[in-house]
């Protein structure tokens, strides 16, 4: 086996900072031992409170409108061609690179299979660069594997094949972690939700019965989730390879809650991003460093012997976790255009502050077809639809972290607003934000699906 380090990078979907370890109040035992075994990033943060723009992000190390992908991949939504992945980066540099499970940050491609047959998905995971890829949709169907589950299931049958070859190797395992809809059985799902009257609510959400029954489903997702990823580091032990394998658990945006997934807000933008490696990155450090999710591709590239790209939005800090010299990000950026529905706006969060740049006029919270679908959805529909949204936010982060109050308006505030509207402004523009041009139209699937929706409506 070679001598630089594996990367095993497991990524669920709609997860947030929902550990644990990260002060949820849901048994996370296993996200929460691998925590303390290795290290932990406080202040990580994802470019887009949505599936495909959050991933192409991690893919690529740039962000959504400058790799192409601003909405999902299944409405239409691509990474341009010219645009390099990192699995290709990696190969370049002598790794073996594999899909197991899920993506969802397809890149454009001339033609091929259905990406509903075995061939369409080997294709699409290929275009993304990776030189193996391992299904699992032949297990997902099958009521006693669930998705997670079928993933552990085709690692544990592959990972000595990987052992075996000189090369190193990168695995990214893709897991439905805890997306909706909740109480949808079709992936074979067994979890067992906690009973509303336990959880607890978090501050910038209505204690309300609908939203205690959601958060109830929630934890028995998070709670499957953190079973197979107990057994998949336990997988690791026994087989010896954490000496030499960089493990990473992360997701790629908010839960899938009214005022997180889909919003620039903190609950939406904050991730989770955990790593173990026995003798190098252990010992239960906790990392309060502002990052973004662009600076995860260059951070392996690094790690990998290569040297990060010029022209990446992101930068490494593999030296933050190495003690070596490193600056501190300021701010970082954040945006969204498409999820379900048109949605643009751009943000920007420092330490202190986050100011958000809305589009036309809109409802005050977006919520994505999944959460206004669930039970929680209906339950806040008159506090997010019956209001307009205001057409510039900020909110001031140490003295009301979960943005309750707007001071956009505030005389006090001028100052500040000016100061990261400017930066927003002055990002749009380095970066040929395809909003400084007007509405950006929608693809044509997704133009269809509105359509559709519009005649089905009424």
Known sequence: ??????????????????????????????????????VRFSNYFCTAASCSPSRGSIATGLYPHNNGLIGLGHIGWRVRREVKMLPEYL????YETCLIGGHHEPRE?????????????????????????IDTADLTPVPKYNYIGACHRKLTEHIDGFMAGESPFYINIGTPGAHRAYTDNRYGILFEPDAPEQVEVPPYLPDRQAIR????????????????????????????????TLFVL??????????????????????????YMKGRFEGGKVYDELLSNVDLMPTYVELAGGRAPGGLDGRSFLPLMEGRAYETRGDIFAEMTYHDEYNPMRAVRTERFKYVRNFGRRPKVYLPLDVFS???GPAVFEDCY??????????????????????????????????????????????DDPLLRGDVPPTEQQRHRQETARHNNG
């Not at 190969?91 to 002598?94: I, M, T, W």
């Not at 929630?218 to 010896?240: A, C, N, P, S, T």
């Not at 945006?253 to 620039?264: C, D, L, Q, Y």
């Not at 019956?386 to 309750?404: K, M």
């Open 1 to 38: 086996m070679s001598a630089r380090p594996n990367i095993i990078h497991l990524i669920s979907h709609d997860m947030g900072r929902y550990l644990g370890c990260y002060g949820r109040k849901v048994a996370t035992p296993n996200y929460d031992r691998i925590a303390a075994m290795g």
């Open 213 to 244: 029954q959601d958060l109830g489903y929630l934890h028995g997702f998070v709670k499957r989730e953190d079973e197979y990823v107990g057994k998949i580091f336990d997988l690791l032990e026994e087989k010896r390879l954490l000496e030499n």
């Open 109 to 133: 491609m001339a033609g091929g299979p259905d990406k509903g047959t075995a061939d369409g998905r080997t294709a699409i995971a290929k275009g993304l660069g990776y030189r193996h890829f």
């Open 374 to 376: 669930g039970a929680s």
């Open 250 to 275: 992360t997701t790629d945006h908010g839960i899938a809650m009214p005022r997180a997934k889909g919003t620039s807000y903190d609950p939406g933008l904050g991730t989770f991003l955990i790593m």
């Open 386 to 431: 019956f209001y307009l949204r205001d057409g510039e936010e900020l909110y001031d982060l140490a003295a009301d972290p979960w943005e309750q109050r707007n001071l956009a308006s505030s005389p006090e505030h001028a100052g500040v607003v000016a100061d990261l509207r400017g930066r927003v402004r002055a990002w749009m523009e380095a970066t």
């Open 91 to 94: 190969n370049e540099l002598g």
